[in-house]
Structures are given as C-alpha cells and as structure tokens.
C-alpha cells in the first residue's frame, strides 16, 4: 500500500500562484511515475502533469507554461507549481502513484478554487 497526503491547496485569485505538494509513503518501492490529477464540479477527473522515476515530465496543453511538476526524492515528495492560475483551473487536485501491475493509489484531495 501507497499512502499519499496532499497539501497546499486554496483560494487565489486569476494570476496568482500556488504550490501543491504530495508525501509519499509506504510500500513506495517501484513507484514508475507520480502526477496530479484535477476534477472539476460535473466534470470528470482529468490528467494535470505526471512525473516519472527517472524525472521526466509530461504536461496537459491546459497547464503547459504555467505549471511545473518536480520532485524531491529525500523527502519523498512531488510539488505542483501552479502559477498564472486561471478560474478553469479551479478543481480539486489529486495526487497519483503508479505502480503499473501493483496498481494506483490516490490522495485524498486538495481544492484549489481561482477567484477571477
């Protein structure tokens, strides 16, 4: 089992900033990749960033240019930097492990609402 605990989350208003962070623990061991998932009220969840264990990062068009992904292995957590922070990007923020065939676990959520 994977637990994640996800912080940072809050209002701001359209272009500003906000850092969202995820630990990381348990069986953390052969995580391939972590990332941010968002799901806005009546949408489904949708893909934000993901980053893998080697580092490299893939981005949603939406958030390419404003938001970076990173990770600090030390400490075992991922951060969303979220900046020119747009009302659409309002939702709420979810962190994922994959661990391929040993399955994906989830946070628990943090929200993120853009006031314009």
């Known amino acids: 089992q994977v637990q994640l605990v996800e912080s940072g989350g809050g209002l701001v208003q359209a272009g500003g900033s906000l850092r969202l962070s995820c630990a990381a623990s348990?069986?953390?061991?052969?995580?391939?990749?972590m990332g941010w998932y968002r799901q806005a009220p009546g949408k489904q969840r949708e893909f934000v960033a993901t980053?893998?264990?080697?580092?490299?990062?893939n981005y949603a068009d939406s958030v390419k240019g404003r938001f970076t992904i990173s990770r600090d292995n030390a400490k075992k957590t991922v951060y969303l930097q979220m900046n020119s922070l747009k009302p659409e990007d309002t939702a709420v923020y979810y962190c994922?492990?994959?661990?391929?065939?040993?399955?994906?676990?989830w946070g628990q959520g943090t929200q993120v609402t853009v006031s314009s």
């Open positions: 994922n492990a994959d661990k391929g065939i040993m399955g994906r676990y």
């Open positions: 980053i893998t264990s080697r580092g490299s990062t």
């Open positions: 348990g069986s953390i061991d052969s995580i391939n990749a």
